[in-house]
């Protein structure tokens, strides 16, 4: 099992940002995906889910209507969408697989600044 | 909204055994999952489903439950256990995902 992370970087506020997570490894179809992210020095955080087929998505209150939890199917990776971005969004975002997490991308560092 | 409390630290001498604790109001009525994180890393699976152990993972690490409040176990702990323990559940709606807050375990 691989999940391997891109899109990360330094944004402005208001701005977007595309996070990718590129799965190998284990039939994608299957598994329920997950976001979190940790702030610098802080805890983990749960972001988001996307079941497997895609037809329900829920979010943490924070980032519910600036952020979009997908799937591609065809390409097997776990996108996040996240729009009008602002400080406290600055984390390592990790994706994860599955209902126990059990598998975790690499991290990718977004940071949210002027 | 709802929040699962964890110890912010426990120290325990190598080759004793550490027990890392989380609570919560529907602990008793969802799973709990630990997760191991150490600097600069993503984290690790150690326990899922209460107490079942993920291959790979050493059988010094164990989780019990009782009642609102679930423990890790590490028995003979070692130098490399040095690292963020969190419990992760779910909330009665059973659709959000909720982390504590992290224990840090030091070996002294």
């Known amino acids: 099992v691989h999940l391997v992370q891109s899109g990360g970087g330094v944004v402005q506020p208001g701005r977007s940002l595309r996070l990718s997570c590129a799965t190998s490894?284990?039939?994608?179809?299957?598994?329920?995906m997950h976001w979190v992210r940790q702030a610098p020095g802080k805890g983990l955080e749960w972001v988001a889910f996307v079941s497997s087929d895609s037809a329900n998505t829920y979010y943490r209150d924070s980032v519910k209507g600036r952020f979009t939890i997908s799937k591609d199917s065809s390409e097997k990776t776990l996108f996040l969408h996240m729009n009008s971005l602002r400080g406290d969004d600055t984390a390592v975002y990790f994706c994860a697989r599955g209902d126990s997490l059990d598998s975790w991308g690499q991290g990718t560092l977004v940071t949210v600044s002027s | 909204s709802y929040e699962l409390t964890q110890p912010p630290s426990v120290s325990v001498s190598p080759g004793q055994t550490a027990r890392v604790t989380c609570s919560g109001d529907e602990l008793a009525d969802q799973f709990v999952y630990w997760y191991q994180q150490k600097p600069g890393q993503a984290p690790i699976l150690v326990i899922f489903?209460?107490?079942q152990r993920p291959s790979g993972i050493p059988e010094r690490f164990s989780g019990s439950t009782s009642g609102t409040t679930v423990t890790l176990t590490i028995t003979e702990v070692q130098p490399e256990d040095e690292a963020d323990y969190y419990c992760?559940?779910?909330?009665?709606?059973?659709?959000?995902?909720?982390f504590g807050g992290g224990t840090r375990l030091t070996v002294l």
């Open positions: 992760l559940s779910t909330d009665s709606s059973v659709t959000f995902r909720v």
């Open positions: 489903k209460d107490t």
């Open positions: 490894g284990f039939i994608f179809d299957n598994f329920g």
